[in-house]
C-alpha cells in the first residue's frame, strides 16, 4: 500500500526503517504539510499519514476522494483536525493512535506548572538582564495546592498520579468516570472544580459541546490567583480571557503546550511576530505565561509508539479493510 507520510522528522524516519520490513507499505516522505496548496501530491496513494496541523477539512476530504486515497491515519490521539463528517460523505476512512505514552505529556504538564509556579520565565529574564536578586519571584509549593484536573482518561490519570506524589489534594471531572481517577482523586462537579482548585489541569479531548470550557464565566468561578495548565487542544481555552484575567492577577499564571490558531505557526521555522495573531503575540509577552509549541508528546517513547500503532492501523486497513482505532 503506498502511503505519502506528512511531517516527520529525520529521527522518526530512522525509527521507521527499522521496522518497515513488517508492515505492507511503502512509505513516501513529504516534506511539506498537507493543505489545499498539497493535496495535489496525493494523487496515487491509497492512504496519507498526517500530523495535527494538517486539517481534513470538506474541501480536503473531497480532493483526496477525488486524487484516489481511501484512508487517513492520524499519528495522535487527538482528531478535532480531521472533519469526520466530511471524510464518511467522501468515503474516507480513518484512525487515529488512542494512546501512546501518557506519561510524556503528564511529565510535561508538570513541568509546566512548576515553571509558572517557580517564575521559571521571569527568572530567565532577570538573569539575562543581570538582575540576581530575588525580587518578585517568590513562588509557590505545588504540595499546598488542590489541583483540579479536567479529562481522567489515561493522561489524565497519569496526572493525577504525579500531583498525588507532590502531595496535592486532587479534584477530577469527566463525563465518563473511571477507578483508577476515582482511587487517586474526588470526583466533583465542574463548578466544585473551578471554584475550589488552586491550580487547573486540562486533560479532556476537544468536541463542540466544550469548545472554550475555560472562558470568561468558568474563570470568574475560580479562585483569585489561579493557575492553569493547559496540555489537551488550543480549543478549550478562551486565550482573550485568559490573557485579560493575566493582566488583572486573577490567573496567576497561565501554562500552554496548545493554542487555537496554532496551525499558522506551528512546525515553522523563520516566523515573524507580526504573523501572530494579537491574543498569542500579548500571550508570550507575559512574564506569567510560559509557552511551549506543542511539544508535550515528543519523548523518544511516545514517537516509537505513535509510529508502531499507525503501522498497525495501516496493516489492519491493507489486510481487513478496517482497524480497530477506526474513527470513520
Given at each position: 500500500?503506498?502511503?505519502?507520510?506528512?511531517?516527520?522528522?529525520?529521527?522518526?524516519?530512522?525509527?521507521?526503517?527499522?521496522?518497515?520490513?513488517?508492515?505492507?507499505?511503502?512509505?513516501?516522505?513529504?516534506?511539506?504539510?498537507?493543505?489545499?496548496?498539497?493535496?495535489?501530491?496525493?494523487?496515487?496513494?491509497?492512504?496519507?499519514w498526517i500530523?495535527?496541523?494538517?486539517?481534513?477539512?470538506?474541501?480536503?476530504?473531497?480532493?483526496?476522494?477525488?486524487?484516489?486515497?481511501?484512508?487517513?491515519?492520524?499519528?495522535?490521539?487527538?482528531?478535532?483536525?480531521?472533519?469526520?463528517?466530511?471524510?464518511?460523505?467522501?468515503?474516507?476512512?480513518?484512525?487515529?493512535?488512542p494512546y501512546?505514552?501518557?506519561?510524556?505529556?503528564?511529565?510535561?504538564?508538570?513541568?509546566?506548572a512548576l515553571?509558572?509556579?517557580?517564575?521559571?520565565?521571569?527568572?530567565?529574564?532577570?538573569?539575562?538582564?543581570?538582575?540576581?536578586?530575588?525580587?518578585?519571584?517568590?513562588?509557590?509549593?505545588?504540595?499546598?495546592?488542590?489541583?483540579?484536573?479536567?479529562?481522567?482518561?489515561?493522561?489524565?490519570?497519569?496526572?493525577?498520579?504525579?500531583?498525588?506524589?507532590?502531595?496535592?489534594?486532587?479534584?477530577?471531572?469527566?463525563?465518563?468516570?473511571?477507578?483508577?481517577?476515582?482511587?487517586?482523586?474526588?470526583?466533583?462537579?465542574?463548578?466544585?472544580?473551578?471554584?475550589?482548585?488552586?491550580?487547573?489541569?486540562?486533560?479532556?479531548?476537544?468536541?463542540?459541546?466544550?469548545?472554550?470550557?475555560?472562558?470568561?464565566?468558568?474563570?470568574?468561578?475560580?479562585?483569585?490567583?489561579?493557575?492553569?495548565?493547559?496540555?489537551?487542544?488550543?480549543?478549550?481555552?478562551?486565550?482573550?480571557?485568559?490573557?485579560?484575567?493575566?493582566?488583572?492577577?486573577?490567573?496567576?499564571?497561565?501554562?500552554?503546550?496548545?493554542?487555537?490558531?496554532?496551525?499558522?505557526?506551528?512546525?515553522?521555522?523563520?516566523?515573524?511576530?507580526?504573523?501572530?495573531?494579537?491574543?498569542?503575540?500579548?500571550?508570550?509577552?507575559?512574564?506569567?505565561?510560559?509557552?511551549?509549541?506543542?511539544?508535550?508528546?515528543?519523548?523518544?517513547?511516545?514517537?516509537?509508539?505513535?509510529?508502531?500503532?499507525?503501522?498497525?492501523?495501516?496493516?489492519?486497513?491493507?489486510?481487513?479493510?478496517?482497524?480497530?482505532?477506526?474513527?470513520?
Open positions: 500500500m503506498k502511503v505519502r507520510i506528512y511531517g516527520a522528522k529525520p529521527d522518526e524516519i530512522a525509527f521507521y526503517h527499522t521496522v518497515q520490513d513488517q508492515y505492507p507499505v511503502e512509505p513516501v516522505f513529504a516534506r511539506e504539510i498537507l493543505s489545499m496548496e498539497t493535496v495535489s501530491q496525493t494523487k496515487g496513494f491509497e492512504a496519507v500530523l495535527t496541523v494538517c486539517k481534513i477539512t470538506e474541501e480536503v476530504a473531497r480532493a483526496l476522494k477525488e486524487n484516489g486515497v481511501k484512508y487517513v491515519v492520524t499519528r495522535s490521539a487527538g482528531y478535532d483536525h480531521m472533519d469526520l463528517n466530511a471524510m464518511r460523505a467522501q468515503g474516507l476512512k480513518g484512525a487515529n493512535v501512546y505514552s501518557p506519561k510524556a505529556i503528564s511529565e510535561h504538564a508538570i513541568l509546566t515553571s509558572i509556579l517557580r517564575y521559571a520565565k521571569k527568572q530567565q529574564r532577570m538573569i539575562a538582564g543581570g538582575n540576581f536578586t530575588l525580587e518578585g519571584i517568590q513562588g509557590r509549593e505545588l504540595n499546598s495546592m488542590t489541583a483540579g484536573v479536567i479529562g481522567t482518561g489515561r493522561i489524565g490519570c497519569e496526572t493525577i498520579s504525579f500531583l498525588k506524589g507532590f502531595g496535592c489534594r486532587v479534584l477530577a471531572y469527566d463525563v465518563f468516570e473511571n477507578e483508577r481517577a476515582r482511587s487517586m482523586a474526588q470526583y466533583v462537579p465542574l463548578e466544585e472544580l473551578f471554584s475550589s482548585s488552586d491550580i487547573v489541569f486540562l486533560h479532556c479531548p476537544l468536541t463542540e459541546e466544550n469548545y472554550h470550557l475555560l472562558d470568561e464565566a468558568a474563570l470568574e468561578q475560580m479562585k483569585d490567583g489561579v493557575y492553569i495548565v493547559n496540555n489537551a487542544r488550543g480549543g478549550l481555552v478562551d486565550h482573550r480571557a485568559v490573557l485579560k484575567d493575566l493582566k488583572s492577577k486573577k490567573v496567576a499564571g497561565f501554562g500552554f503546550d496548545v493554542y487555537e490558531e496554532e496551525a499558522a505557526f506551528l512546525r515553522k521555522k523563520d516566523v515573524k511576530a507580526e504573523q501572530y495573531d494579537p491574543v498569542f503575540r500579548e500571550l508570550l509577552e507575559q512574564e506569567n505565561a510560559v509557552y511551549t509549541a506543542h511539544t508535550g508528546f515528543y519523548t523518544d517513547k511516545a514517537i516509537e509508539s505513535m509510529i508502531l500503532v499507525t503501522l498497525e492501523n495501516l496493516k489492519e486497513y491493507a489486510m481487513t479493510g478496517s482497524c480497530r482505532n477506526e474513527l470513520t
